[in-house]
């Protein structure tokens, strides 16, 4: 994921809870997080969504 604003990068904040991958279960995660008021850091390597859906047939 791409940021020129060095509060947002990553590597530059310390947390207690630290996610790796923004697609449904990290995603899930982080709602949760942000809903009990618990600090995290996310991280996804992908800079945009996929080019094909990985949901087809929920
Ligand atoms: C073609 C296709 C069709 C599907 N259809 C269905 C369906 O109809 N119904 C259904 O229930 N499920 C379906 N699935 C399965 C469903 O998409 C997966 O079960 C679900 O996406 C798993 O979610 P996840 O968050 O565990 O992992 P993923 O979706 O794999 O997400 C992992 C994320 O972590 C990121 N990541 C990985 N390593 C790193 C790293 N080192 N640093 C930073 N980020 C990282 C990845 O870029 C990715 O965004 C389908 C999957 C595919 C491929």
Request: hydrophobic share 35%; net charge positive; aromatic share 6%.
């Amino acid at each position: 994921m791409t940021t020129t604003a060095k509060s947002q990068d990553p590597s530059s904040k310390r947390t207690s809870v630290f996610i790796v991958g923004g697609d449904p279960v990290g995603l899930s995660i982080a709602i949760l997080m942000n809903r009990f008021g618990i600090d995290f850091v996310m991280v996804e390597r992908a800079s945009s969504t996929t080019d094909h859906p990985k949901a087809r047939g929920c």
